[in-house]
């Protein structure tokens, strides 16, 4: 078995990503950046003043790149934000988990939170502090994956700052909910539910003027176009957010009176490729496309009313969506956040919205949209080049799909292996044989994962703003043709 180390990426083909020295040349092309540190932790932990190197991998060592950031500022106030909600929904979760009665119940209960509490607080010590990756050692279904992944990891890049940014982030969220899933009494509880029930609740304005908008719809590329494209916007969600960055345009999420008016945002968009791909009128085969979702709350609206729109125009016959094994990356949808999101629809007070709520539960009755079965493989850290090896299951299901649509930044960094290449190279060159049907990535750009640009875009827009990459304003829309290879 491959060791998911950054050394291994040696480059065992001309195609695949090799890291770098320390002091080559960054990928705008600017001088030669020394290792200089310049704080008490940039010192004790070998933070480098420098930006990502090309072909290099996402990782905290690199202090002028977001993962540093993502690891230094955002994932401490993450795990803070999750040791408040326990604290602050203490009693009502005694009393929803625990027992009532009798009154050493309650009290195991709440001694049980404590711990858990003091657990987190550990694994933000140990993240602050740049400590190695622990094993997993409780009754974690996915725990033997998780081990061999972890005994594989060469010492020097088993912690936080010195791994592959993916895979610190992936074990942070992985650590905290084995947490929760190994206690007595918290077992199914999700800490990150409430903020996705709002991200849905606080955007039902928008909700309505989406609904009405896709009532009556023609069945053709430039409306096929403007869903892909609301789609995109809604992949934002403020939690994940660097509190310090500036405030997004005006389009942010409701896109309806004017779609096109972002388009200048969206860097590469292969729409009519997808539509090409998924407009099988004349054939009228069966055909399966699969979401891999991202985020709950508006944005799975969105999400879903392409389905919808793909289910109703003929261009698919049944919509698979992957939803997350258990509590990831704070907003994921899982299953229970995908039924809650459809019965909320269906009983709300007002009728259009209620209308499209039964629908889509009518749907899920008659088989046009289901739940994929769970697979820790999306909550696992491997990319997805390791899929076919690692869940060989799950890729020949997908093998049955005639699209694969990747939504949002997470999966398109597991798409790109979390590698800084080069802005210009070819997505299906970046997926390193990860093609087991035709994908779609659809992202808005948070980290400095890219490919597949025209040539000087980048730089263009380094110029113009330095965080262009990790600001989110920009977006993709992607596709890879895999049908040549599968025959379709
Ligand atoms: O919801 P999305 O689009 O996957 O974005 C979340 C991602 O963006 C980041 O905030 C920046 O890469 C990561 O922490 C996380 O992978």
């Known amino acids: 078995m491959e060791s998911p180390s950054l050394v291994r990426y040696g480059g065992q083909t001309e195609d695949e990503p090799k890291t770098k020295s320390h002091s080559e040349r960054t990928d705008d092309g600017s001088n030669i950046v020394p290792r200089i540190f310049k704080t008490e932790f940039d010192a004790k932990y070998k933070i480098y003043d420098m930006r990502t190197p090309l072909n290099a991998f996402m990782c905290g060592q690199y202090k002028r790149s977001g993962a540093y ?18 604290t602050k929904d203490k009693s009502e979760l005694v009393a929803e988990f625990g027992e009532v009665s009798p009154i050493d119940f309650e009290q195991a209960a709440r001694g049980e939170l404590k711990v858990i509490i003091g657990l987190i607080s550990r694994l933000k010590y140990e993240l602050q502090t740049d400590k190695p990756f622990q094993g997993f050692d409780g009754q974690e279904p996915d725990r033997a994956l998780w081990n061999k992944f972890l ?26 909910y084995s947490f ?18 709002n991200s849905l609740t606080s955007f039902i304005d928008d909700v309505l003027s989406l609904t009405k908008y896709t009532r009556r719809t023609d069945n053709s590329l430039e409306i096929f176009g403007e869903l892909l494209r609301i789609s995109l916007w809604s992949n934002y969600n403020d939690t994940a957010r660097d509190p310090e960055a500036p405030p997004l345009p005006a389009f942010n999420i409701n896109v309806l009176e004017d779609v096109s008016a972002a388009d200048e945002f969206i860097l590469a968009n ?6 090409q791909c998924l407009d099988n009128r004349k054939q009228k085969k069966p055909c ?8 709950a709350g508006y944005e799975l609206f969105t999400d879903i009313i392409l389905a919808e729109f793909m289910i109703e125009k003929g261009l698919a016959t049944k919509v698979l969506f992957h939803v997350k094994a258990h509590p990831w990356f704070v907003t994921d949808v899982t299953a229970r956040d995908f039924k809650w999101t459809l019965e909320y629809l269906s009983q709300h007070a007002d009728y259009i919205i209620s209308l499209i709520g039964k629908k889509f539960l009518q749907f899920l009755a008659e088989g046009k949209f289901q739940l994929a079965p769970i ?19 799950l890729y020949s299901s997908l093998q049955q799909s005639k699209l ?30 990860f093609l087991p049907s035709n994908i779609c990535a659809v992202r808005r750009v948070k980290a400095e994962v890219i490919c597949g640009l025209p040539e000087g875009v980048s730089e263009t827009l ?5 965080h262009w990459m990790i600001s989110g304003n920009y977006g993709v829309i992607q596709f890879v043709d895999g049908s040549r290879e599968f025959g379709y």
């Open 151 to 176: 005994n594989l990891l060469p010492d020097e890049e088993r912690t936080f700052f010195r791994s592959c940014c993916l895979y610190s982030e992936c074990y942070m969220h992985r650590k905290l």
């Open 462 to 466: 380094s110029k113009k703003d330095p």
């Open 180 to 197: 929760v899933e190994n206690s007595i009494f918290l077992k199914p509880y999700d800490y990150h539910v409430k903020v996705k029930e």
């Open 270 to 275: 292969q729409v009519a490729d997808i539509w």
């Open 375 to 393: 697979s820790h493989f999306w909550t696992c850290p491997y990319p997805y080049y390791r899929m076919r090896d690692t869940d060989p299951d």
């Open 69 to 86: 950031n993502t690891l230094r500022n955002r994932l401490p106030v993450v795990l803070t934000n999750v040791i408040d909600t326990l």
């Open 404 to 433: 694969i649509v990747f939504k949002g930044d997470l999966n398109y960094r597991k798409l790109l292996q979390d590698v800084c290449w080069d802005s210009t190279q070819d997505l299906n060159t970046c997926l390193r044989g």
């Open 288 to 295: 399966q496309v699969d979401f891999v979702l991202d985020n």
